[in-house]
């Protein structure tokens, strides 16, 4: 089977199929020299306890049936078709690449406003974003669009006493670019309420218990009126959320706030500088509908309007995967707006006849797992269960012996082809290598690890 990507979704499918079907080899893709995706790149550096995982992946990796091909890009340096005619079954677990934007004017015009996967990439090492040097020193107001835990992420990074990330694998150009930050003000703004966000009380709490932080009491009748009356889970949240924090603004010298309904209108710039962003304009919504606290309630506009100063913009409304080139000659249908490889829910992925849509069928030995399979949603115990049921899925088919590829020789006969691409290749004896070099790096720190930001520094470790 080959494995396209090796984050969780890829490592917990791969991890089960091999324990499943007797024999089984995996061969996992990855486009950078290094492993785990997101949990590399995309947990938070003072969340070190989320990143246990990797002990798992590694344990994986150890199998004789298991081969790691990092430095080569599925789709460019090596041909999917290729892929289909060496393997049993291709797996696409490549995540999301892309983050949504909101197509508001401006947007892409000043300066000072980012993506939150951007900024997350650069704090965590990602080669993509290692130049992405946001500018903390603008200003001290902040507004994170998007009430995610990712944008939570966000908050607490800017928020946290820059020393106490001193010994977590931050990279170091972020450490210096935060220990410069003027940031003092955070707005965590959504545009529908407390029971239809997104965050997570975890998170929540993290950032209610900051030192020398405030939080902005949030207005009572925002809240349900009878929260014990709510699930379990519901029930903490509301209740955290109006508890709040030991300080207020006015008691700290840094606070934040979660701001509800509220729709971004437009990014304004300064009246001197025409090309920096000075404030962000906001359109009021209202619940409709007779019960606003139902997760599932609709926010609609009113005509009033509110305006919030900001330096710093990010937006932090989901992340999208991207189709691979060579899908549609596999016959793989991809569903651009939902950004997902269509399945039947269970790994499988569909084909619809063009007559009648509601006819599907099965490609035979396509499948797919995490979010380019159900969206970019949830935490990583989530991606686990949906890479179970993926695995799930095609051990029942190979024991029920439903059609797959042909198969083939896999990696053994595509190194050329990998190799003529240019690319040096990186197997898993190389990645623990880049490791070691890494924690090295780290150790005359005082930190865990201090990550290389670029693959050419990756791949000097190899020389």
């Known amino acids: 089977m080959a494995v396209i990507g090796s984050g969780p979704a890829g490592f917990y499918t791969a991890y089960k199929v091999m324990t499943n079907i007797e024999n089984a080899i995996v061969d996992m893709y990855e486009h950078l020299p290094v492993p785990y995706g997101l949990v590399r790149f995309g947990v938070a550096p003072d969340h070190p306890e989320v990143k246990k995982c990797e002990e798992k992946f590694a344990e994986v990796a150890s199998s004789t049936r298991f081969n790691f091909i990092g430095n080569v890009n599925v789709g460019k340096d090596l041909a999917l078709s290729s892929l289909k005619n060496n393997y049993n079954a291709i797996l696409f677990a490549y995540g999301a690449s892309k983050d949504r934007s ?9 300066k000072g406003i980012y993506s939150a996967r951007a900024f997350v990439g650069w704090y965590n090492g990602l080669p993509e974003y290692a130049d992405l040097s946001p500018d903390l020193e603008a200003g001290e107001e ?8 990712v944008a939570l992420d966000v908050a607490r990074t800017l928020l946290t006493d820059v020393d106490s990330l001193r010994k977590t694998d931050i990279t170091d150009h972020a450490l210096s670019a935060l220990s410069k930050s003027r940031v003092r003000r955070v707005r965590v703004i959504g545009r529908r309420g407390p029971m239809q966000a997104s965050f997570t009380i975890k998170e929540v709490r993290e950032l209610m218990r900051l030192p020398s932080v405030g939080f902005e009491p949030i207005k009572s009748d925002l809240l349900p009126p009878k929260p014990f009356e709510l699930p379990r889970t519901a029930k903490r949240l509301m209740q955290l959320l109006s508890q709040g924090a030991s300080l207020v603004p006015s008691e700290a010298p840094k606070s934040w706030s979660l701001d509800f ?7 304004d710039s300064s009246d001197t500088v025409a090309h920096n962003l000075s404030s962000i304009t906001f359109v009021r919504n209202q619940m409709e509908g007779a019960d606003p606290f139902n997760h599932s309630a609709r926010a609609i506009l ?13 937006r932090s409304i ?4 991207e189709s691979l080139p060579g899908m549609e000659e596999l016959g793989l249908h991809f569903d651009v707006g939902r950004g997902v490889i269509l399945n039947d829910s269970d790994g499988r992925a569909i084909a619809r006849k063009a007559s009648d849509p509601d006819d599907v069928s099965a490609i035979p030995g396509m499948y ?18 949906d ?3 993926t ?3 095609i051990t029942s088919d190979w024991e029920r012996k439903a059609a797959f590829l042909n198969g083939g020789p896999g990696w053994d006969s595509l190194k050329e082809e990998a190799i003529n691409s240019g690319h040096k290749i990186v197997s898993w004896d190389d990645w623990t290598r880049i490791d070691a070099a890494e924690k090295q790096r780290g150790k005359a720190k005082g930190k865990e690890r201090e990550k290389f930001t670029s693959t050419q520094q990756m791949l000097q470790v190899l020389d």
């Open 302 to 314: 009113t005509e009033e309007h509110k305006v919030f100063p900001a330096s710093l913009a990010f």
């Open 318 to 321: 989901g992340y999208k995967s």
């Open 368 to 385: 797919c797992s995490g979010w380019v399979k159900r969206g970019p949603a949830g935490v990583i115990a989530n991606t686990m269960e």
């Open 142 to 149: 902040a507004i994170i669009i998007g009430q995610g835990n």
């Open 261 to 267: 309904l509220l729709s971004p209108k437009s990014f």
């Open 387 to 389: 890479a179970f049921a």
């Open 102 to 110: 909101l197509g508001l004017p401006n947007e892409d015009r000043l």
């Open 391 to 393: 695995a799930s899925a």
